[in-house]
């Protein structure tokens, strides 16, 4: 069975940080593009950061840009998002996804292969 579970989330502060990992399961995770998205309330989602299958390439959008970086362990086959100088406009449910490509997809546009369950970042003040 496939499976991308996202953790980490929970309510933190503004300026606090949080590290967000996807678990992945039920396929060869070292073929794929994993990307992190985001829907706030009352917004459309969003493509956040990306990795590339071999970890080499990273994408992140400019509203997050200097704050998240994203990284992978292939040996885990887990990927993570570490969010620093969290802003409470980065509230938001928290999701991994997957797309077999050598080259970086950071579109919440695209059909990705895979999705996974959210995990919810609250930024209060």
């Known amino acids: 069975e496939v499976q991308l579970q996202a953790s980490g989330g929970g309510l933190v502060q503004a300026g606090g940080s949080l590290r967000l990992s996807c678990a992945v399961s039920?396929?060869?995770?070292?073929?794929?593009?994993i990307g992190w998205f985001r829907q706030a309330p009352g917004k459309e989602r969003e493509g956040v950061s990306c990795?590339?299958?071999?970890?080499?390439?990273?994408y992140s959008s400019d509203s997050v840009k200097g704050r998240f970086t994203v990284s992978r362990d292939n040996a885990k086959n887990t990927v993570y998002l570490q969010m620093n100088s969290l802003k409470p406009e980065d509230t938001a449910v928290y999701h991994c996804?997957?797309?077999?490509?050598?080259?970086?997809?950071?579109?919440?546009?695209?059909?990705?292969?895979?999705w996974g369950k959210g995990t919810l970042v609250t930024v209060s003040s």
């Open positions: 996804a997957a797309v077999r490509s050598a080259e970086i997809v950071c579109d919440a546009s695209f059909p990705m292969n895979y």
């Open positions: 039920g396929f060869n995770f070292d073929d794929y593009t």
């Open positions: 990795i590339s299958s071999a970890g080499v390439n990273t």
